[in-house]
DNA sequence: AATTGTGAACCTCTTCACAGCT
DNA sequence: AGCTGTGAAGAGGTTCACAATT
């Protein structure tokens, strides 16, 4: 398959969200100019990324919201269920668990680790935190496809090796680090203080 | 100032951190390629990112980490203190408040508000919250330069417009929408859904 | 008349490659 | 000899502009 940009992939998981909401307020059609407009993007942007997997609107008329929604989703693989293991139970990953758009999107978190002894044993939403010291054992059995890397920088590495040596072949770290992982295995990274950084940078500059 | 592309500030964001690290280990120099190394990127990369700023290297023997690490956290603004307001205490804005990486770079939670009723006037970290309603005198008053929202999706362009009338020109948005903004206020967006989708859409295409 | 789909033009970012310092 | 700093080349992504279609 042909290499597709990270930017176009993101863009299109701006536009699945902006057609579900369309779709919700009962809109039946949409040109590229207004889902350009709404996600702030132009519409040959719109239409560029869409041609990249196929023809999908009409020429006068625009795309069919509900049809496109469930095109883009069927890209993206969210007509599928994923299992998704966290690591690493502190804020961030105690957040994770609660965040409706997870699950909402076919994401299902089935897995907690954790490493701290006071916490494994412990339930949270129904899910009883098990031992990172038997995370193999634990991914294989809820054959987890996902795993969310939350633990502090200097224990990700090493949580990044484990995972990865069960066969995980896709991470998404928290940690402020860049990972070493083996080839085929795809890490997106989540960096709330970059985000920030940059804000910073541009007030400072301004 | 000459536009610098977002993509060189969030490299300088990773290298200040790598740098961070090897200051800790008392290593004194390090050259492009090292740094490069660490962070996955190249050395030409690393040394056109810094060329934008100036020249912080010697020929032959690379760069003093403790001096490069404080010509960056100055580029980035990270050698001040930022006032930071969340709106928006449900998960995320709960973890926020205990992420240890923004008091480390001078991100300072001075403020918390919601609009629950029976979340208002609860004490989280010392640091009570306070109404939505009254979020323009908090805001001037606790002197707020970012705010980080944290509210769903159908409340987020609301308070967007009610921040941006108060002045702030720096957000940090967690909602999963594209926000208007008037020109010269700066948003940045975080999507942890986002980068889930793409680990998803891997998984389905590769 | 309106709007898509797309090759070509354009622009921006990354990598190359080497002169210039230390 | 080793490594930086940078102009030039190359790659990749975005926008233009218009023929094609409804």
């Not at 080839?183 to 990274?189: A, E, F, S």
């Amino acid at each position: 398959m042909k290499k597709i940009s990270d930017s176009t992939i993101n863009r299109l998981s701006k536009y699945f969200r902006t057609l579900e909401r369309l779709k919700a307020k009962h809109i039946e059609t949409i040109s590229s100019d207004e889902i350009a407009e709404i996600d702030g993007v132009t519409s040959a942007q719109v239409r560029k990324d869409l041609s990249f997997f196929g023809t999908f609107g009409k020429r006068g008329l625009g795309y069919n919201i509900e049809d496109l929604k469930n095109i883009i989703g069927k890209i993206l693989g969210l007509n599928k269920q994923w299992n998704v293991g966290i690591i690493g139970v502190g804020n961030i990953g105690m957040a994770l668990i609660d965040y409706a758009e997870f699950k909402k999107r076919g994401f299902q978190i089935k897995l907690l680790l954790d490493s701290d002894e006071n916490k494994i044993g412990k339930h949270v939403k129904n899910l009883e935190i098990k031992s990172f010291s038997e995370a193999i054992t634990h991914l294989k059995k809820e054959n987890i496809q996902i795993v969310v890397i939350a633990v502090p920088a200097s224990a990700a590495q090493n949580v990044a090796d484990v995972v990865t040596s069960a066969g995980i072949g896709a991470v998404l770290n928290f940690a402020p680090l860049n990972l070493k992982t083996p080839d085929g295995v795809m890490v997106k990274n989540e960096n709330m203080s970059i985000e920030l950084e940059a804000l910073s940078y541009f007030l400072t500059n301004k």
